[in-house]
């Protein structure tokens, strides 16, 4: 599967207390084509209700997997077509649910038909998981098509990028490896230069 990646909505510090990742990403999000979004405001629920069944990829970036934003009831109503990137504190862990299936917001995403979700499996710090998230998008959005990363269509796997950008952080082995990816290959298709 190939995402445009002019098709984004990003939920930006949404609680408010943030600053740092606002200021880190705000200019960044908000100058790139085709990109829409809230930054140091919580989203509405058709807001992001829409963005998930119109857009390719969503980002979050705020505390833990913002479900006070759109929570697994919301989901269960829609058709999600985009690959969600959820930057919160262990937005990625699954609850045990004894002799049941465990749950999470990352599967309430796939089992609405997202193809994938990038989410942490346990609680990271702001200023690592912003190095993440940046060093993600700018190799997904900006990698060469020469790259050993770039397939022979000149798409970027996001399995591959996610597994470049946990070198980006202090700690790659505490916050680096705490992001995973759920769900199926997915591909970017790179035709636009992302801001370094």
């Known amino acids: 599967m190939q995402l445009d ?21 705000q200019t960044r999000f908000a100058s790139q084509a085709g990109w829409q979004g809230v930054a140091g405001a919580a989203p509405t629920r058709q807001a992001f209700g829409n963005a998930v069944q119109s857009k390719d990829l969503i980002v979050y970036c705020g505390h833990g997997t913002g479900q006070a934003y759109f929570n697994a009831t919301d989901l269960s109503k829609v058709d999600c077509k985009a690959t969600v990137l959820l930057m919160g504190c262990s937005s990625g862990f699954l609850r045990d649910q004894g002799l049941y299936e465990p749950t999470g917001m990352a599967l309430n995403y796939l089992i609405a038909g997202s193809p994938a979700v990038v989410a942490n499996l346990w609680d990271v710090t702001d200023r690592d998981i912003d190095r993440f998230t940046a060093c993600s998008l700018t190799h997904w959005l900006s990698l060469p098509m020469s790259s050993t990363a770039a397939t022979s269509s000149g798409s970027t796997s996001l399995a591959s990028v996610i597994a470049t950008a946990r070198e980006a952080c202090t700690l790659p082995y505490l916050n680096g490896a705490a992001p995973v990816v759920y769900g199926l290959p997915v591909q970017m298709v790179c035709d636009r230069v992302w801001p370094a």
């Open 5 to 25: 990646p002019r098709s984004v909505y990003y939920v930006l510090n949404p609680s408010k207390d943030l600053t740092k990742t606002q200021e880190r990403f």
